[in-house]
Every structure is written in C-alpha cells, then in structure tokens.
C-alpha cells in the first residue's frame, strides 16, 4: 500500500500493536490515550521517527485513517467532526464486565461497529483486528500465497471502508474475508466460532457461518 497517515484512538495493546506494525512498513502514526500525549513519550520513542504522540482530537485530525481501539464504554467520548469523511477502522468487543450493559447487545439487535457507527454518522466504519490477540498481529502475517495463511474478517457499510481494510490485512500479512455490512459483524464478535482463533480462509468462512446471533447470558 501506499503511505498513509493513520490515526490511532487507544494506546492499549492492539493500539500499540498496529502502531508498531504500521510504522514498521512506513506508516506514519499518530497515536492518543486517554491519559495525554507526555504519557506516551516511550512509546513513540520505541515506535521511532514516524510516530507521534497526541491528544484524541489531534490524532482524529491527523490520520488520512483512523483506528478507534478504546473499551465501548468509552466510545461517547471520542472526537466526532475531526473524524467526518475519513474511514475509521473499529477493533472493539463487548465486554460487559468492563463496559457495562448494552441491552441493545445483549437483545442481538445491534453490533459493536454498528454502534460506533451510529456515533460517527458522517464517517465509515469498517470492523478491523477485533478477533486476533495483539501478540499476534505482528507475528502470524505471512506474504501472500503462503499455504494456510492465516485470515481476517472485516465487515462495513461503505466497500471503499471493507476494501481497505482487505488491503491493510494483506499488507501486514494476512488474508481477508468480507463479512458484509455492519449488520453482520456480530459473526466475528466476542465468544463466537470466529473469535482469537487462528483460521485461514475457509475455516475462517466456516466459523462465520457457525455463529449464532444471540449467547446466553
């Protein structure tokens, strides 16, 4: 792919991960949390000359593409009018231990990029690196072709979004698959067939179709 600048909503592991992965290939990085930017000062060291450390609304402002990688909880917080027009990429799940109850989740009416969606009306979201542990994302990417590689699913409204994300995922190393719209989504969400497993193509395919919309409580 080409450089792009890319912003990253959450330092936490999958944040720091991407970071990582991304700078390595050239990309620049500008990254926040929810503590300030002096608090990330050895990250970028780290992350080196193309990373820089923000404040959510400036690292919004930044990324040609932006990554929102924060608990669901925290979703109302994040900066809307710098993030209208841009793809953004969500890697969120639903915990309810952490974020509290969604009821419109636990019914299965909704899903967690639906909702992020929903927040970011003038942006396109696109579901990106929710079911991959953050270890792994610089580690199991394999160049195209290799037998077995190991695959992702992504899911959005707009195709531009999804086939972007399919790009990046080659780029770093992995094969995709196109859930659909964010209506779908749900089929690569927490405690499905799907979820942190690692799967190639097919079985990737196979373990969406397996998903059940609703789990118990």
Known sequence: MTETRYGI???GHIGTALATAL?????????SNSRGPETLAGLVADLGPLATAAT???????????????????????????????????T?????ERDGRFPELDAGTETTSG???????????AKAFNHI?????????TPAGTPDRRALATASDFDDAAEFVVRLYDELGYDAVNVGPLSESWRVERDR?????????????????LATRTLAA
């Not at 700078?23 to 990254?31: A, K, L, N």
């Not at 542990?133 to 990417?141: L, Q, V």
């Open 9 to 11: 909503i959450g330092a």
């Open 23 to 31: 700078t390595q290939r050239g990309h620049h990085v500008t990254i």
């Open 56 to 90: 959510a609304e400036e690292a919004a402002a930044a990324g040609d593409v932006v990554i929102v990688t924060v608990p669901l909880k925290a979703i109302a917080d994040l900066p809307v009018a710098p993030l209208a027009g841009k793809i953004v990429l969500d």
């Open 92 to 96: 969120n799940n639903y915990y309810w």
């Open 115 to 125: 909702l992020l969606q929903r927040l970011l009306p003038d942006s396109r979201v």
């Open 133 to 141: 542990g953050a270890a792994s994302i610089t580690t199991d990417g």
């Open 193 to 209: 067939p799907a979820y942190v497993v690692r799967q190639n193509r097919e079985e990737l395919e196979a373990n969406l179709a």
